[in-house]
């Protein structure tokens, strides 16, 4: 069976810093890549995906991420950060065709400050 | 408008209470799926389904139960709850492409 980390529990950030989290994950065959975020108060959304092509992916409000297959790595990105980008995020990944399966990390709280 | 509805949102109970808690979705998804969130843990799958009459179990089943006679509904049922029980329930839904479609969430306390 896959497992994901994200080694960062705790993010702090000011506004118009660049944001970068990791995620690892370790499972031997092909996977579909997720990254969700989790707004205080909401429910999850999706944030970007990835399963196959290009390995630089982006997603919505600025934020992409990067599948470095030798590395076991999707870590995700934003240049800029906002107030309103504090959340947290979720990383996430399946075989490809197993979706039932979907695995999550065990999120990274994201602070922004004004 | 598409979503997946889950009812009731916040709940406390009493150990040994039975109580189920329903989720609806609008989408036409076949795959739907039950997650609990607790701190520290993330989001962990309880049990999901494939289709009307075929369920299987998740990561953390214990304590639960599910059916899925519809395919708009997939209901969460605990039979005697007990305090380890306490958290944070998300249903969700997926056509094949294998993202998620999350409900609100339902806060549940068990004492």
């Known amino acids: 069976a896959q497992s994901v980390s994200q080694h960062n529990h705790h993010v702090i950030l000011s506004e118009a810093a660049s944001l970068e989290l990791g995620c690892n994950y370790s499972?031997?065959?092909?996977?579909?890549l997720f990254w969700y975020v989790q707004y205080p108060g909401q429910h999850l959304q999706l944030l970007l995906k990835y399963f196959s092509g290009d390995p630089l992916v982006k997603g919505i409000k600025g934020f992409e991420a990067e599948f470095i297959k030798s590395k076991f790595s999707f870590n995700l990105r934003k240049p800029s950060v906002q107030w309103s980008d504090t959340a947290e995020y979720f990383c996430?990944?399946?075989?490809?065709?197993?979706?039932?399966?979907?695995?999550f990390g065990t999120g990274t709280r994201l602070l922004v400050s004004p | 408008e598409a979503q997946v509805t889950q009812n009731p949102r916040y709940l406390i109970t009493v150990t040994g209470k039975k109580l189920t808690v329903t989720c609806s979705q609008n989408m036409n998804h076949e795959y739907m799926s039950w997650y609990r969130q607790d701190p520290g843990l993330g989001l962990r799958q309880i049990y999901y389904?494939?289709?009307?009459?075929?369920?299987d179990k998740g990561d953390v089943p214990e304590g639960y139960k599910v059916s899925r006679k519809e395919k708009r509904n997939f209901p969460l049922i605990l039979e005697s709850p007990s305090p380890n029980q306490t958290s944070l329930y998300f249903c969700a839904s997926s056509s094949d492409t294998g993202e998620l479609f999350f409900g609100e969430g339902s806060r549940l306390t068990v004492l």
């Open positions: 389904s494939m289709n009307v009459e075929a369920t």
């Open positions: 499972y031997g065959g092909t996977v579909n």
């Open positions: 996430a990944v399946s075989p490809q065709g197993g979706f039932q399966k979907l695995v």
